[in-house]
C-alpha cells in the first residue's frame, strides 16, 4: 500500500512539473504592434515602400518590413511599453518620419499611416 500511494505521489509531481511549462507559456509577454497602410498625396497604396522601426526598447538596431500589394504593413511583438520612430521610404518619394510613437502594452491601435509625397528622396 505505501508503494501504491509513493508511486502516485511521484506520478502527481512529474505531472505537475511537466505542466509547468505549459502553464508559463499561456502568459503573455508585454509587446505591442504597429500596424498601418502606406499612401501617397492622392490616398493611392503604395507598395514595395521599406519601414524601418527603431526605439531604445528594442535588443536590435531596427525592425524592417516592406508595404504589400495594398499597401499594407504591419510589425508585430515590440517590447512594450516604448517609444518607436518609424521612417517610410520609397525610390522616387519623400520619405515620411513619425517620430514619438508611444506603444503601451498590447497595444494593436497602434496604426500608423505613412503618407508619401512625389519628389526626390531624402535621408
Not at 7 to 20: D, E, H
Not at 64 to 89: M, W
Request: charged share 20%; hydrophobic share 40%.
Amino acid at each position: 500500500m505505501c508503494s501504491r500511494v509513493h508511486w502516485l505521489l511521484l506520478t502527481v509531481v512529474f505531472l505537475w512539473l511537466g505542466a509547468a511549462p505549459l502553464i508559463s507559456f499561456g502568459q503573455s509577454a508585454e509587446s505591442a504592434s504597429i500596424v498601418g497602410k502606406v499612401t501617397d498625396d492622392k490616398g493611392n497604396a503604395i507598395p514595395g515602400v521599406a519601414i524601418d522601426v527603431t526605439s531604445p526598447a528594442l535588443q536590435v538596431p531596427r525592425v524592417s518590413t516592406i508595404s504589400d500589394q495594398e499597401g499594407n504593413y504591419k510589425v508585430l511583438d515590440l517590447p512594450a511599453p516604448g517609444i518607436y520612430r518609424v521612417a517610410f521610404s520609397l525610390t522616387g518619394f519623400e520619405t515620411f518620419v513619425r517620430d514619438g510613437l508611444n506603444l503601451p502594452v498590447d497595444d494593436w491601435s497602434g496604426d500608423t499611416d505613412g503618407r508619401s509625397d512625389r519628389g526626390q528622396s531624402r535621408c
